[in-house]
């Protein structure tokens, strides 16, 4: 299948639990030379360093990127939400982090990030939602589709924990349902 219709702003990510071999995976097989920036929003523990963005680095051929409080998002670049901090959308270029109170139990929210990338980029945004333990993501996807983006949930069958796609799927009007394999594939086929 060939996806080829609005221009690509912002491809953004969203997973929680066992999502992290499926971004391996797609981090492996991305073209080097992509017209968008890719956001991963994941929920992991509160920490001081983290290794995600190292160790992901070593799987891309796309800088990987741990953001900051007013980071300058590019093109071909991979942007990861730190842990503990809400992102959101100041314009098409520029992010903050926000340390509100947790949403779905969560900070970074998925909710909250695909809610503001779909303010911000409209019908240019891809959301993609991961495994996951809860339904952090969902209203963030009604949010992307009622602004006309685009809705990619992963196969729940394929879900290391199955229940955040199965209540995207359930909930969600969407344009995908993919498999981790072919994640890459889909995203290098944006234009």
Not at 48 to 74: G, H, Y
Not at 99 to 124: C, H, L, W
């Amino acid at each position: 299948m060939e996806i080829r219709d609005a221009k690509t702003g912002l491809v953004v990510i969203g997973g929680s639990a066992g999502s992290l071999q499926v971004i391996l995976e797609m981090v492996k097989n991305l073209n080097a030379d992509l017209s968008f920036p890719i956001l991963l929003v994941l929920h992991r523990k509160a920490q001081a360093a983290s290794i995600l963005p190292n160790l992901l680095q070593q799987f891309s051929n796309i800088q990987v990127i741990e953001i900051e409080d007013k980071t300058e998002i590019d093109n071909n670049k991979i942007y990861i939400v730190p842990s503990d901090y809400h992102l959101l959308f100041e314009n098409r270029k520029t992010v903050s982090l926000d340390s509100s109170e947790k949403m779905n139990y969560s900070r970074p929210s998925i909710d909250v990030t695909f809610r503001s990338a779909s303010e911000i980029f409209g019908q240019s945004v891809v959301g993609v939602l991961l495994s996951g333990a809860n339904a952090d993501g969902v209203e963030g996807l009604k949010y992307i589709k009622k602004n006309q983006g685009k809705v990619w949930i992963q196969d729940p069958e394929t879900a290391d924990v199955d229940y955040m796609p199965r209540q995207a799927i359930q909930n969600v009007e969407y344009d995908l349902i993919i498999k981790p394999d072919e994640l890459a594939n889909y995203i290098n086929q944006l234009k």
